[in-house]
Structures are given as structure tokens and as C-alpha cells.
């Protein structure tokens, strides 16, 4: 029991069990739902197994200190980026089916698209990953894999400038993919191959690659268009 004064007058409370005085004097029990108790002298949750939290904020929470990432073994332990909580202990804890991947999180290596096979390894355009392979459409390769076959991901191979007809086939400077095979650019006076456009370019009058790609040049178009490589 404690004596509590109130306006000069002083009341007797139950410091074990008042929802209003739980504890000490004038320390509120309160829960979000509205459901609280005061046990022993201190708040009790609702729930089974979740411990009440008085935050530096003035909010109130009740967690549960073994999953609860906020307060991860206890109130505000917080657990860092990427990082899950598990019996109270932060970690980088996934699912059984799961790998954690630095950066990124959890995933499913069989089935992840963006990380197929190894972490990070994305399938590509129109891929699909299955048991941990890529798998390409029509049209399509995966190129670029690791040893044992891992990791890849799909490549135009009728398009694909640095994968023409077949995987790592790369196309010269002066020559782009078209249908699986390279061929010649033939735009202008100086043609060639522009990555920043994927394409064939006259790399004497375009402006955004003059005089080689992707040489950004700040000329106006009506004057860049005017100039022309001196060829020795």
C-alpha cells in the first residue's frame, strides 16, 4: 500500500494491482486496445507473452520481445537494417526455404527472379527461375553464368550487341546486332555503335555521341551537325 495526497487529502492505493497507480504513484497501466492491467505491480498486456513498453516518445506499446524487430529482447532494443528478430536475439534469420542475401534480404534461391541461383543474380527480360536456373524464351540465352552453371541471366541473342547469335559473341565498335549476326553501321560519314542508344549512329553529327560514343558534346544540333571530323 502507499499513500497517495491529493489536494491535501491522502488516499491509500494498492501499488500491486491499481491500473491507475501500478508500481508508483500515479503510474498509468494503458494499452493501445484499451485492455490493461496491473499485476504485481506492473502493466500486464493483453496478450500472453507481450511485455509493456513506455517509450521516450510518450507512445505505448505492447510487444512481443522474442519477434518483435522495435524491441527485440526488450523495449527499444532495436534490431539493425535487414536484420530479424528471433527469441528475443537479433539476426539475419529467413525462412527454411530462404537464404539471407546481404543488402537485399531474404530470398528464395529456386524461385527468385532477382535471385536465382546465387544472390543478386537477376533472370532478366521475360526469365523465369526455376530450382535455382534461369530459364529464357524463345529467342533468348542465358549467358554469363558461373562455374556449374549458376547465375546467368537471359540475353536477346537477335539483339544483343555483346551477345550476337551466341553468348559473349561481341559485336566491334563499327558494327551493331541485327537477326543474330553483326552488322556494319552504315549510318553518315562516320558510323558506329552507340551503348548509351543501343544502336547504329553517325558519330560525326550526333550530339548527344560526337566523335565517339557516348562523348557528350554541348553544341546545339544546327551546329554540331556542321562539323566533320578531320580524316587524316
Not at 13 to 41: E, T
Not at 75 to 87: I, K, L, T, V, Y
Not at 176 to 195: F, V
Amino acid at each position: 500500500m502507499a499513500l497517495l495526497t491529493i489536494f491535501s487529502i491522502t488516499v491509500c492505493k494498492d501499488l500491486m494491482n491499481d491500473n491507475q497507480h501500478c508500481g508508483s504513484c500515479g503510474r498509468i497501466c494503458y494499452a493501445p486496445n484499451g485492455a490493461y492491467s496491473c499485476s504485481r505491480g506492473d502493466c500486464v498486456c493483453p496478450n500472453a507473452g507481450d511485455r509493456y513498453c513506455y517509450h521516450s516518445d510518450n507512445t505505448i506499446t505492447c510487444s512481443d520481445f522474442k519477434t518483435d524487430r522495435d524491441n527485440c529482447g526488450g523495449c527499444d532494443q532495436r534490431c539493425p537494417a535487414g536484420e530479424s528478430c528471433q527469441n528475443g536475439i537479433c539476426g539475419q534469420y529467413c525462412k527454411q526455404s530462404e537464404t539471407f542475401c546481404a543488402g537485399i534480404g531474404c530470398r528464395d534461391l529456386d524461385s527468385d527472379e532477382s535471385s536465382c541461383g546465387i544472390c543478386g543474380n537477376s533472370c532478366g527480360e521475360g526469365g523465369t527461375c526455376l530450382g535455382g536456373l534461369c530459364f529464357c524464351p524463345s529467342g533468348y540465352a542465358v549467358c554469363n553464368t558461373l562455374p556449374g552453371g549458376i547465375g546467368g541471366t537471359c540475353r536477346n541473342l537477335y539483339k544483343d550487341h555483346d551477345n550476337c547469335g551466341s553468348c559473349n559473341n561481341i559485336c566491334d565498335d563499327k558494327s551493331d546486332c541485327t537477326n543474330g549476326s553483326c552488322q556494319r553501321c552504315i549510318a553518315g560519314s562516320n558510323p558506329g555503335y552507340c551503348p548509351a542508344t543501343g544502336g547504329c549512329t553517325n558519330l560525326d553529327e550526333d550530339v548527344q555521341n560526337c566523335g565517339a560514343s557516348p562523348n557528350k558534346h554541348a553544341a546545339p544540333r544546327a551546329v554540331a551537325s556542321s562539323i566533320r571530323r578531320i580524316h587524316s
